[in-house]
């Protein structure tokens, strides 16, 4: 197995939908990555909170293989962010993004973590995860995600991520906005060109498009009865993604395959509670059983 780094927000979030609401949970890019890739791969964070991230909010993270020696806690207050989605949860406006300890924030990777083969840029200003870029010695495999803000306030930055990775990991929405493409087959094909081999579109509850080399490969989402909250589910199918690859050491189509359902499959629990409720509790046996429904979800034989 190999270890997996990751740089991204770790946040208090306010969530509204039609479900519920929730104040100042903990959550964030870098949060729901670590907790989905655990599951599969040591993980290394890189990451800033405040003074008000206590203890007891720490204990997400305990019990999992995740090292948080490159997490810094520092005066001030945490990153928060607030979003409200639509009646049937397939939009979400974003009501507010307090940066607090980001905007100072300058990673410095513990040395123990300069060699991790397998690198995740989670969503946060791309002129950090250039800065993580910067500090790791030929890393394997380097995916990115981000999101409209950056995309939006941060463009030149984020050119330069994309010219520098293998794979980028973002939603439709995003996808033709960067590519200022309305197709997504014509988005992959701009988006490429600035760099990463290998796309993955998360396209909500219409699954997953993946293109790499000439060939398309396509997930659905679990159909579930019960939705509560989609927050952090892009940032969970990316840990389940990256976590796949990395503890299978295999970068081969089929694998890549194979980590797009392992991805869906965790992304599928995130989104059954608010915030991180449904993955805090998940059992690993859980994992393997909705990964065996998932094959049956999309098996048939060819005419
Ligand atoms: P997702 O639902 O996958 O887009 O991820 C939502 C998570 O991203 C939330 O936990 C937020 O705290 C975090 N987030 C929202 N906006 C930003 C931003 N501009 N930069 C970094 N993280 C963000």
């Known amino acids: 197995m190999q270890a997996i780094l990751t740089v991204g927000s770790v946040a208090f979030d306010s ?17 729901y990555f670590s907790v989905a890739a655990s599951f599969f791969a040591d993980v290394r964070m890189v990451a800033v909170v405040g003074e008000d991230f206590d203890d007891g909010r720490m204990q997400v993270f305990g019990g999992r293989s995740i090292d948080l020696t490159g997490l810094q806690r520092v005066p001030g207050e945490t990153f928060r962010w607030k979003g409200e ?5 397939n939009s979400r406006e974003t009501i507010y993004t307090h940066l607090n300890v980001f905007e100072q924030f ?3 990777l513990p040395d123990a973590y300069r060699q991790t083969p397998f690198v995740f840029l989670a969503n946060i200003h791309p002129a950090l995860q250039l800065e993580v870029l910067r500090q790791v010695d030929a890393p394997r495999f380097v995916a990115a995600d981000t999101m409209n803000f950056w995309i939006e306030g ?3 930055d984020l ?3 994309l010219s520098r990775v293998d794979a980028l990991v973002i939603n439709d929405e995003e996808a033709r906005q960067l590519s200022g493409e309305a197709n997504l ?23 997953v498009l993946m293109t790499r080399g000439q060939g398309f490969f396509a ?3 679990m159909p579930l009865e019960s939705v509560a909250d989609p927050t952090g589910a892009g940032d969970t199918f990316a840990g389940g993604f990256m976590g796949y690859l990395a503890s299978a050491g295999d970068l081969s189509d089929e694998a890549v395959n194979r980590a797009i359902i392992a991805g869906s499959a965790l992304a599928s629990f995130a989104v059954e509670d608010f915030g991180l409720g449904r993955l805090l509790g998940l059992r690993k046996e859980e994992v393997s059983d909705r990964l065996a ?11």
């Open 219 to 221: 997930a659905p989402a």
């Open 106 to 108: 300058r990673p410095v």
């Open 154 to 156: 941060a463009l030149d």
């Open 185 to 207: 087959v014509k988005a992959a094909r701009s988006i490429r060109a600035m760099g990463p081999k290998l796309l993955v579109i998360k396209r909500g509850e219409s699954g």
């Open 15 to 31: 969530i509204k939908a039609p479900g519920g609401e929730v104040t100042g949970v903990v959550g964030g890019a870098a949060t």
């Open 85 to 89: 989605y639509s009646a049937d949860l």
């Open 159 to 161: 050119r330069a991520v």
């Open 293 to 303: 429904e998932f094959k049956r979800l999309t098996d048939f034989k060819a005419l």
